[in-house]
């Protein structure tokens, strides 16, 4: 069955970076797009970026550029997200998803996430 | 980029009550619109895609309607477990952004 398992929750300094993996089962890797979502304590779900595994080609908001950096390792059929720049309004869940084979931005499989905490 | 709006932003409802949530596009996206159902500690699960399509293994109470810019969320028959906050989303093109947000729950 498709399984999306990320990387342990993180504790981050302000300014830092922070690099979140998502590795890949029981699919195609290279069939799919994957996209990060955020979610802070209390509040609704972000998108963050999207890159195609096949091609590698990535999509991010607006709001992240320049800070956020989503990439593949095809031979490990792992995504990753980096995030630089870490503030304490980055504190969040993070978590990856995978597009439907036809729809990219169509979220079927959620990996279980991973807190990511910006403190001094 | 376009908004997505959702209203309201919270309701409670008795059990047994018909439940509409609304979805609000800023610019049209055709029928790319999907529902999220996310449970309190849970991840999100797709309900509805396509706007009406209704996701393998959920029940047919929830169901989804409209095109264009303006879009609806109807749960026929609120039951305790839908005890939720729901949120829409665009998928035609990136970015995918989602709906604020609308959380239910039982009076």
């Known amino acids: 069955q498709v399984q999306l398992v990320q990387s342990g929750a993180e504790v981050k300094k302000p300014g830092a970076s922070v690099k979140v993996s998502c590795k890949a089962s029981?699919?195609?890797?290279?069939?799919?797009?994957f996209s990060w979502v955020r979610q802070a304590p209390g509040q609704g779900l972000e998108w963050m970026g999207w890159?195609?595994?096949?091609?590698?080609?990535?999509d991010y908001a607006q709001k992240l550029q320049g800070r956020l950096t989503v990439t593949t390792d095809r031979a490990t059929s792992t995504v990753y997200m980096e995030l630089r720049g870490l503030t304490p309004d980055d504190t969040a869940v993070y978590f990856c998803a995978r597009g439907h084979i036809s729809a990219a931005g169509l979220f079927e499989y959620w990996g279980q996430g991973t807190l990511v905490i910006v403190s001094s | 980029d376009i908004q997505m709006t959702q209203s309201p932003s919270s309701l409670s409802a008795s059990v047994g009550d018909r439940v509409t949530i609304t979805c609000r596009a800023s610019q049209g996206i055709s029928n790319y619109l999907a529902w999220y159902q996310q449970k309190p500690g849970k991840l999100p699960e797709v309900l509805i895609y396509d706007a009406f399509t209704l996701q393998s293994g959920v029940p047919s109470r929830f169901s989804g309607s409209g095109s264009g810019t303006d879009f609806t969320l109807t749960i026929s028959s609120l039951q305790p477990e839908d005890v939720a906050t729901y949120y829409c989303?665009?998928?035609?093109?990136?970015?995918?952004?989602f709906g604020p947000g609308t959380k239910v729950d039982i009076k």
């Open positions: 029981g699919h195609t890797f290279t069939s799919y797009g």
């Open positions: 989303q665009r998928y035609n093109s990136a970015p995918f952004t």
């Open positions: 890159i195609s595994a096949y091609h590698g080609n990535t």
